[in-house]
């Protein structure tokens, strides 16, 4: 079992960064891929990057160039460094994890999930 907690969003202008945390509970962090999906009002679930314990990544395309994942899997932590933001970022964020599949985009995937983190992009 796996427990996710978020943090690190919030309201920032367009052209600026913020870096999400995501802090995991258990003794094999290391162990699992990390994920971060988005979700924007009435919209579907959106896939954002995913790191697996090695450090290879994953980036969707709306954010590639931007956005950066990391993991320090010492700390337990994966973060969401997000740079030159666009209002079209405005989304909850959250942070997801699975020991089942490697990297991979598909929600299904993922067996645990943070609470999510807003983030708001003013133009």
């Known amino acids: 079992q796996v427990q996710l907690v978020e943090s690190g969003g919030g309201l920032v202008q367009a052209g600026g960064s913020l870096r999400l945390s995501c802090a995991a509970s258990?003794?094999?962090?290391?162990?699992?891929?990390m994920a971060w999906f988005r979700q924007a009002p009435g919209k579907e679930h959106e896939f954002v990057a995913a790191?697996?314990?090695?450090?290879?990544?994953t980036i969707a395309d709306s954010v590639k160039g931007r956005f950066t994942i990391s993991r320090d899997n010492a700390k337990n932590t994966v973060y969401l460094q997000m740079n030159n933001l666009k209002p079209e970022d405005t989304a909850v964020y959250y942070c997801?994890?699975?020991?089942?599949?490697?990297?991979?985009?598909?929600?299904?995937?993922?067996?645990?999930w943070g609470q999510g983190t807003q983030v708001t992009v003013s133009s």
């Open positions: 997801a994890a699975n020991r089942r599949v490697g990297l991979s985009i598909l929600r299904a995937s993922y067996d645990y």
């Open positions: 790191i697996v314990w090695s450090g290879a990544t």
């Open positions: 258990g003794r094999t962090f290391s162990s699992y891929t």
